[in-house]
């Protein structure tokens, strides 16, 4: 018997899930095809590493130019490709600067969504070809049951949850009116070392990484009583795979089940290179100090505020507690997470402080770094 590899389509391949599932698909013997969005600048860093010269025979993983925001394309490159599963995790994916860009967030994270089961439909691969939708616990916002589960109802409080909640809908839709096999996996916050530079988690590792090598002061942040359920995003894209292996489509809620203050976490950076931290004040006008110091390169003098709230970092409408219960992943999918959130600031922490080490060499060594925003 021939053995044929599956052949998996990913929009959103240059995000922290994209690579982390090219990573999983490529691992499992697929070919895999990513959609790149054509930049000023190269904008595939998270998959370099899995490039091949597509002069090379047996060539497993290829990108193509695409936007969610093209049917054309999308149609074109999925008649091109046939797969037999599409991941869309292509999305304007920062909650915050979805208020700034209300517009373009329902267009890319609503109905490119649409445009995706759309062209599977037409092109007739109804039967062949199995989708996963990036749904997310911003559905839930304004809280309505904890722990949040499959049947917990939505009550999104932005932009981007609203334009989610469309694409959750319109895939539960097609699954009905078509006999689709589409899945919206409702995934709570899941981080890495690959996570973006502005989202909470990996701004306070770089932040506290930096303080640590005296580049930065102070790591200035909005609220940090919101809490949420955070897991490693190598665990979550196994998850997402095993959501489209099952005899029938369904949707699954996708946590560790533990929820955290977004000042707790703070903490756990700090505490992971031996410092201590305790914060007082309130709201707008709390600030973090150090009450102790134990890192064995580094002293920093008892009371140094390292933290410091800043308004410009609020939301118009905030989702204050997420915390998810997985049960029905676990008992069908048999999915566990491995990494604790200990064994995320970990590896989180290790990677960034890693990075500036390396940008600490070489600005000594004269080489200019360019420095990203710190939104
Ligand atoms: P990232 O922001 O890291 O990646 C988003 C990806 O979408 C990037 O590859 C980005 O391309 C691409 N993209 C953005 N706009 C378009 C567009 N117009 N057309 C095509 N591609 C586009 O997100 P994550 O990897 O963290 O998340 C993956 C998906 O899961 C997203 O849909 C997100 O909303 C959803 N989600 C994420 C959760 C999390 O905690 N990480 C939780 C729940 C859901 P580029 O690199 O060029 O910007
Ligand atoms: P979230 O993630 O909005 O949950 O969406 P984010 O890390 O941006 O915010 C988490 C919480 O931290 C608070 N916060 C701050 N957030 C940011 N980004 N920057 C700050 O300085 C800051 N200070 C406090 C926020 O107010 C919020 O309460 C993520 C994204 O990956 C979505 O795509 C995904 O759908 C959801 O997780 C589940």
Not at 35 to 45: C, E, G, P, Q
Not at 73 to 83: A, G, K, L, S
Not at 96 to 113: C, H, M, Q, R, W
């Amino acid at each position: 018997m021939i053995y044929k590899n599956k052949i998996a389509l990913i929009t959103g391949v240059t995000g922290q899930d994209g690579a982390y599932l090219s990573e999983l698909l490529l691992s499992k013997g697929y070919i895999v095809h990513g959609i790149k969005r054509r930049a000023s600048l190269l904008n595939t860093d998270r998959v370099d590493h899995l490039y091949q010269d597509p002069h090379e025979s047996n060539v497993r993983f290829k990108l193509h130019y695409g936007d969610l925001s093209d049917s054309m394309n999308i149609t074109r490159i999925i008649q091109e490709v046939q797969p037999d599963e599409i991941y869309n995790l292509g999305a304007m994916s920062h909650v915050k600067v979805s208020f700034d860009t209300p517009e373009y967030t329902a267009n890319i994270d609503g109905l490119g969504t649409l445009r995706i089961l759309e062209a599977v439909r037409l092109l007739g691969l109804t039967e062949k070809t199995r989708i996963y939708q990036a749904s997310t616990s911003e559905l839930y916002g304004l809280v309505q049951e904890v722990p949040q589960k499959e049947t917990t109802p939505f009550y999104p409080r932005s932009p981007y949850g609203v334009a989610k909640l469309y694409g959750y809908w319109i895939t539960v839709n097609y699954r009905e009116a078509y006999n689709m096999y589409a899945c919206n996996g409702i995934l709570f916050n899941h981080e890495s070392p690959l996570r973006g530079e502005t989202f909470v988690t990996r701004k306070i590792t770089r932040a506290t990484s930096k303080i640590i090598l005296g580049i930065q002061d102070v790591l200035y942040i909005g609220n940090l009583d919101a809490k949420r359920d955070w897991g490693h995003a190598k665990d979550y894209v196994e998850a997402m795979w095993l959501m489209l292996q099952q005899d029938k489509p369904e949707d699954y809620v996708i946590a560790t089940g533990i929820t955290t203050t977004v000042r707790d976490f703070i903490k756990m950076a700090f505490s992971n290179v031996g410092i201590t931290l305790a914060f007082e004040g309130e709201a707008e006008a709390e600030i973090g100090k150090i009450v102790s110091c134990a890192h064995l390169d580094y002293q920093f003098p008892i009371g140094k505020v390292v933290v410091k709230v800043d308004a410009q970092y609020y939301r118009p409408t905030e989702v204050d507690l997420l915390i998810g219960d997985a049960t029905k992943c676990k008992q069908k999918l048999q999915w566990e997470p491995k990494f604790t959130l200990e064994d995320l600031v970990k590896d989180m922490m290790t990677s960034d402080l890693k990075l500036f080490k390396k940008e600490q060499y070489l600005k000594a060594g004269g080489h200019d770094i360019v420095n990203s925003s710190e939104e």
